[in-house]
């Protein structure tokens, strides 16, 4: 059965520092794979999706994320941390059913203060 | 600007008691999902629907109930709500199976069973 894990349940980062975030799929197939966030208190938005094609994808704000098929992962990356990135981050495969999406189980990003 | 509309955004509800969560999207969308979001677990999804008059049990189902009597409206129905189901719930919509469907999220419902 499909699934996503995401290794890191919080990441510290600095602000104006890099950050990457880690996820790894179990897919038969080719997967579409994608990242939402999350902000305090509300609903998931798009960060970016990946369709068969270019293995990195660009996505809102920054972020962009690379797809392997070797790895089986499909980690989140931006190169300089603003302090609206504090928030929970999901990654996610598509199912076959109704194209419904199974989740890993999120990465906090939080700040680290001096 | 596709929009998905949960209802109550909060609700307290007794052990045994009858709970209905509300979900309207105006989007069009043939598909529509119920997740839940629990610590830990990321989002797990519950049922999920193909349109009108269709509901399919997801990942989690044992509990709860859902119904679909229009394209725009998805209930979850709690016939007799215990304090496990106490978690915050997300409804979202899709298109069908395609190079940009994506999920649009609600922004939630709380739900605490007493």
């Known amino acids: 059965a499909q699934s996503v894990t995401q290794p890191d349940a919080r990441v510290t980062v600095s602000e104006g520092a890099s950050l990457q975030l880690r996820c790894k799929y179990s897919?038969?197939?080719?997967?579409?794979l994608f990242w939402y966030v999350q902000y305090p208190r509300q609903g998931l938005q798009l960060l970016l999706k990946y369709y068969p094609g270019d293995p990195v994808v660009q996505g809102v704000n920054g972020f962009e994320a690379e797809f392997s098929k070797s790895n089986s992962s499909f980690h989140l990356r931006k190169a300089s941390v603003h302090w609206s990135d504090w928030a929970v981050y999901f990654c996610a495969v598509r199912t076959g059913f109704a194209s419904a999406l199974t989740f890993g189980s999120g990465t906090k990003v939080i700040p680290c203060l001096p | 600007e596709a929009a998905v509309t949960q209802s109550p955004r909060n609700k307290v509800a007794v052990t045994g008691g009858k709970v209905t969560l509300s979900c309207n999207q105006t989007?069009?969308?043939?598909?529509m999902y119920w997740y839940r979001q629990d610590t830990g677990h990321g989002l797990r999804l519950i049922h999920y629907?193909?349109?009108?008059?269709?509901?399919e049990k997801g990942d989690i189902p044992d509990g709860y109930k859902a119904s679909r009597p229009s394209q725009e409206n998805f209930s979850l129905i709690l016939e007799l709500a215990t304090p496990s189901q106490t978690s915050v719930y997300f409804c979202?919509?899709?298109?069908?199976?395609?190079?940009?469907?994506?999920?649009?999220f609600g922004a939630g419902t709380r739900l605490s069973v007493l």
């Open positions: 897919y038969f197939g080719t997967p579409y």
């Open positions: 989007n069009n969308h043939n598909n």
């Open positions: 979202a919509s899709g298109g069908d199976w395609g190079r940009q469907n994506t999920l649009y």
């Open positions: 629907s193909y349109g009108a008059g269709s509901t």
